[in-house]
């Protein structure tokens, strides 16, 4: 099934997104090796949040916790099709998620619809608490090509350890849903993912899952390492098994990220993340869009994409990016796939 995911994905580009991509990492390369920021494309990938709210209350998660400093509320159809008609011809992955649940929009599948008419790959990762029957045709109908469903656990008590108010049965039923519409509409998409958040309560049933991916008929699984705050003293929540933990135990017991945090970054030069309400910040780790870029709500975004707030950010990669707050919990490089 991964091979025809990339075959649908590969039939989304085009002779100019093809050329924005090289020139992009053209630009990416010539600022890495100079130690310059320069920027001759546009995104290749983009991320646009739906919304900010959530049903559950993950313990990591800003949203769950509640604990945002921006507003909540949700995106709104007319910027979203504005922002899309601007970079449709050069963006080719579009995914629906930054914080929050997309399935709280009511005009989230509308909007995905819109997407995949303007020839955009689309994703988004859900917690699959809304996808009745209803919803579920309608998700197959809207043409989203990736469908990530977040299940951090194969038994009750496991999954509402971390997916705290989270109902298993419904992300398992929900799961049946899609895979019925997808059969019974003879549709290819969306490729579903089960996206499985290692962490020490669950880090047991990681063969488990895939057993469940097996039996529902799921396309992928993937295993994920969870970020938490703080790590350094150790956190109830790092696995045992480093090969699922984005931290490593050092002499001393404290911990580290295995990241090395090199002086450049492939997302900050090739995607970007827009909040509901129109804020552009460099990348998913701003959960609280500390970084601000600037308003697309009052600046067309290929003016942003060369402003001076951009500029300076990636200087600063570029001179240390060790100390950027946001960097410091970055997964680039340490995640695990099944």
């Not at 509402?160 to 039923?173: A, D, M, T």
């Not at 600063?316 to 680039?332: G, P, T």
Request: proline letters at 4%; hydrophobic letters at 30%; glycine letters at 6%.
């Amino acid at each position: 099934m991964k091979r025809s995911d990339n075959i649908n994905l590969l039939s989304k580009l085009s002779a100019g997104k093809i050329l924005n991509a090289a020139q992009v990492t053209l630009s990416f390369y010539v600022s890495k090796w100079s130690g310059k920021p320069v920027q001759w494309g546009l995104p290749i990938t983009m991320s646009i949040e739906p919304t900010t709210s959530c049903n559950l209350r993950c313990p990591e998660c800003p949203s769950g916790k509640r604990e945002f400093t921006r507003p909540t509320g949700m995106l709104q159809q007319d910027f979203f099709k504005k922002t899309i008609d601007e970079l449709y011809k050069k963006v080719y992955y579009l995914t629906f998620y930054f914080q929050g649940e997309p399935y709280l929009n009511p005009k989230f599948l509308e909007m995905v619809n819109y997407a995949s008419e303007k020839k955009m790959y689309t994703a988004t990762s859900t917690n699959a608490h809304y996808l009745d029957d209803e919803q579920a045709k309608k998700t197959i109908e809207s043409g989203l090509d990736r469908l990530i469903i977040s299940i951090d656990g194969t038994t009750q008590e496991t999954y509402q350890s971390y997916r705290i108010g989270g109902n298993l049965e419904k992300v398992i039923e929900g799961t049946k849903n899609i895979i019925r519409w997808k059969r019974q509409l003879k549709s290819k998409t969306p490729h579903v993912i089960f996206q499985f958040l290692v962490v020490k309560p669950n880090e047991h049933q990681t063969n488990d899952v895939l057993k469940l991916a097996a039996e529902l008929g799921v396309d992928e699984v993937r295993f994920k390492t969870a970020q938490v705050y703080n790590p350094q003293v150790g956190h109830p929540l790092i696995p045992e098994n480093e090969k699922y933990s984005r931290y490593k135990k050092q002499s001393n017991g404290t911990y580290t990220i295995k990241n090395s945090l090199d002086n450049h970054c492939w997302r900050l030069w090739s995607s970007t993340v827009i909040t509901w309400d129109g804020l552009v910040v460099p990348c998913c780790f701003d959960k609280d869009a500390q970084h601000q870029m600037g308003d697309l709500k009052k600046i067309p975004f290929k003016e942003l994409w060369q402003n001076s707030s951009y500029t300076n950010f990636r200087s600063a990669v570029l001179r240390s990016r060790k100390e950027i707050d946001i960097c410091s919990n970055c997964s680039e490089g340490t995640k695990v796939w099944a």
